[in-house]
């Protein structure tokens, strides 16, 4: 919001300098973003008359002019502008000026004539973008007067952020009482006196929707001039906040409405009905044409204004063409109302519109003071254009409930932190113009302002405080807290270890939305009936995710498309599915089961690029031992099934279990997945129950033994549907297992021409006694007891 000094200081005038004005508002909570000149800068431009005029003899489109600049002598100055014409007062830049942007003016040449300067449009000195023409000025300014003087184009505008809960200083009176509580510099209020009434005409208005407008009023003026001119002083307000000027009557209602934060809307009294006007909620399949030439359909969440049974305009947005006021315009009708916030919110979203009056009415407008701006506006138009006003009709149907909110001034002092004391706070209120009672406890029941809609909570008012008290007088104040130390919980690994062991795995922490699209629960994960959401933030995130692995994987298409070459990610968060077993606690809803799962993804070469290693693609077993390095010691108490799963390539996946209990999944992605994300290779999966793997036993160490160790070799042929888990499992019941330190599969081999259901599994068994060095004879007998256990349980056979 742009806001001229000099327009605010004819309100209110504080002893302040420019820059500690702004400053003042800023700390306030009124961000002052930029204070900038009307202008900018360029120098060398005077106040000059075009004494005559004629026509160019070379060029049918320039005119050669003579032009007084106040030296004594005139100029002969060669310009193409269409309304040039003798005794026009126009910029001037004179030879040696330099205009925005650096433009130095010499003399020059134009088609064989001499032109020693140049006349300037409003668009060449930065003013507006107005570039149809030269820039007209006052007759009343002095021929050879620097136009930065003549027009105070020094003048400094604050150009204010303000946040959307302070929709009551979208105005200058608005900002000016705020300086008031912050300075308590006198401030002039607004001439609302109301205007003779010399007609006894109205309009009837009848108001259909109590939950759309809570106070309409209006009141009809005749003959008046609507070509009149709008006044220089209003006109160069508007155009320094940023307003273009239109016509007298549309320009006067942007003023107030800029002016007092009021906004109103003018209908040409001839285009309405005699019946009068109807306020109500729009029907489905009515149009509108408003005034920025569109034309939109309506529904039963569009309020609106009716003349002749049909839409005349957008309550609270915008008006309607049909009923729109011209240069032709005799008669009027002004209405001003309160539109309820709710009502009007959303409407220049939905209908792609930029509406000033929307925006201050969908953040609350001044209930109270209707009918007095009413009458501020009806005085600026019969000043400037003459005519004959009727009675204000007023009608309140239903205005906001301002409830009293008590604030305590011991829980004031408690959450700023500084002794205020009761005058202080009084003083702060009564420069703010809150209506208050005072308790012998220092309670304060207040009523909050009918223009301050963001008033509603007690924590509210202390802010209020602190902002006029000032920021800047609140010491710092270390906060001190007793340091206690805390024990540390041996028994389970906390989210933040999880996250860490993770991240020593060389993965990288995501962390994804809870709500994903319905395609990957029933796809990815079989999952037909997801938890819902009522209201999406997207129409695509419209589910809850019962798995962590779509995430993961739309984290690696998203990498890949930028051209990475090496993925791998993590995510520890919550998951969701129904679970009518589940009760409503304080942790949990009644039928929702919220799992913690930690899961990874590695997509890409297993290692990074470098020139000592081979590259390869990152397969299953690479991810299953960084799972396995996770877990640490629990790693032992793991199982690996082969076993399907929704999103997973049949026969590389297996689930996770622990104690028999299934835990997590484990695999490469489903080739129809990798294809529809536009992968060249398959990415390694796995999701695991995070509780299942935080709970650790404690460490027991054992002596190491000093004996020396044995290695041995054994290649069996086993059965192709045995598992190496199962042999593993084998080994772990054998009477040797006391002398088995450690068992490592190190080849794989089957002839591809035979038929045989048998494969070569090639094991080396180190061997150790924890006291004794073993001999030839008990490694012998260990291992042939290794191979017929071998035998007898699995069907193994020799190679």
Not at 270 to 284: C, F, I, M
């Amino acid at each position: 919001m742009l806001i001229p000094e000099s327009w605010l200081r004819s309100y209110i005038n504080p002893d302040l300098s420019t820059e500690d004005l702004a400053h003042t508002l800023t700390m306030a909570g009124l961000e002052v973003e930029d204070v900038h000149a009307v202008a900018p800068a360029f120098s060398g431009i005077v106040v000059a008359q075009i004494k005559t005029i004629s026509s160019h003899p070379n060029a049918d489109k320039l005119r050669i002019c003579q032009v007084d600049d106040g030296s004594g002598e005139l100029l002969q100055i060669v310009c193409g502008a269409p309304n040039a014409a003798a005794g026009l007062k126009v910029p001037l830049a004179k030879i040696g000026a330099k205009l925005p942007g650096d433009f130095k003016i010499k003399k020059a040449k134009m088609r064989g004539e001499e032109s020693f300067g140049m006349l300037c449009s409003a668009k060449e000195l930065g003013i507006t973008q107005d570039h149809a023409g030269l820039m007209e000025l006052s007759q009343d300014l002095e021929v050879g007067m620097d136009i930065r003087q003549a027009l105070n184009l020094d003048e400094a505008v604050f150009e204010i952020k303000l946040t959307p809960n302070r929709g009551d200083c979208l105005s200058v009176l608005g900002v000016a009482r705020e300086v008031q509580a912050l300075t308590a510099a006198p401030l002039a209020q607004p001439d609302c006196t109301a205007v003779p009434v010399s007609i006894q005409e109205t309009l009837p208005v009848q108001v259909d929707a109590a939950d759309l407008c809570g106070r309409f009023a209006g009141r009809i003026i005749k003959n008046i001039n609507a070509k009149a001119s709008t006044p220089a002083y209003i006109q160069e307000r508007l155009i320094r906040a940023g307003q273009r000027p239109v016509n007298v009557l549309v320009d006067l209602s942007n003023y107030v409405m800029l002016e007092l934060g009021r906004p109103t809307h003018v209908f040409d009294l001839d285009k309405l009905s005699p019946q009068g006007l109807t306020v109500r909620w729009a029907l489905a399949g009515e149009t509108l044409h408003l005034l920025n030439d569109s034309q939109i359909e309506l529904d039963e969440k569009c309020g609106v204004i009716c003349s002749h049974n049909k839409p005349e305009s957008l309550a609270g947005v915008m008006g309607g063409n049909d009923s729109a006021v011209t240069l032709d315009t005799q008669h009027i009708f002004i209405e001003a109302a309160f539109w309820y916030p709710e009502a009007v919110a959303g409407l220049t979203r939905r209908f792609k519109l930029s509406s000033e009056a929307a925006h201050r009415f969908e953040r609350g407008v001044d209930f109270l003071q209707v009918t007095e701006h009413l009458e501020y506006l009806s005085r600026l138009i019969i000043e400037v254009c003459g005519g004959q006003a009727g009675p204000i009709e007023d009608q309140r149907i239903k205005l906001p409930a301002r409830e009293p909110v008590r604030m305590r001034l011991a829980r004031c002092q408690k959450i700023l932190g500084i002794p205020l004391d009761a005058a202080t706070v009084s003083g702060i209120f009564d420069r703010l113009g809150f209506t208050y009672q005072q308790s012998a406890d220092d309670v304060y029941t207040i009523t909050p302002p009918s223009f301050r809609f963001d008033l509603s909570l007690e924590e509210d008012f202390i802010e209020e405080v602190a902002r006029i008290h000032g920021y800047d007088n609140i010491p710092s104040q270390a906060p001190v807290a007793t340091a206690n130390v805390l024990s540390t919980d041996e028994l389970h690994l906390s989210p933040q270890q999880l996250r860490a062991f993770t991240a020593a795995q060389d993965y990288q922490e995501v962390v994804n939305y809870s709500f994903v699209e319905e395609a990957w629960e029933r796809d990815l994960l079989a999952n037909h009936d997801p938890i819902r959401l009522l209201n999406p933030i997207a129409s695509q995130l419209a589910v809850m995710r019962s798995s962590l692995i779509g995430g993961l994987l739309a984290n690696i298409a998203h990498n890949a498309r930028r051209k990475q070459s090496r993925v791998r990610v993590f995510e520890l968060g919550k998951v969701f599915y129904k679970d009518a077993q589940v009760s409503t606690s304080k942790q949990s809803v009644k039928g929702v089961q919220q799992p913690l799962r930690l899961a990874a993804a590695a997509w890409g070469s297993a290692e990074p690029e470098q020139w000592g290693i081979q590259q390869r693609a990152v397969d299953f077993f690479d991810v299953k031992q960084d799972l396995l390095n996770i877990c640490g010691q629990l790693a032992q108490q793991l199982r690996f099934e082969a076993h399907p799963h929704p999103a997973l390539h049949p026969g590389r996946c297996a689930r996770i279990l622990r104690h028999e209990q299934v835990i997590g999944y484990i695999g490469e992605l489903h080739p129809q997945w990798v294809q529809k994300l536009a992968l060249n290779q398959a990415p390694i999966v796995f999701e695991i129950d995070a509780q299942a793997i935080s709970d650790r036993s404690l460490v027991v160490y054992k002596e190491l033994s000093n004996q020396p160790v044995v290695i041995r070799d054994l290649a069996i042929w086993l059965p192709s549907q045995v598992s190496y888990q199962d042999l593993l499992d084998t080994l772990a019941q054998t009477k040797s297992l006391e002398l088995i330190q450690a068992v490592n599969l190190f080849d794989v081999w089957k002839d591809k021409q035979s038929q045989s259901e048998e494969r070569s599994l090639a094991l080396r068994f180190t061997l150790q006694d924890a006291h004794n060095t073993l001999n030839d004879e008990q490694v012998e007998q260990c291992m042939n007891h290794i191979l017929k256990c071998l035998q007898d349980k699995l069907s193994a056979r020799l190679r």
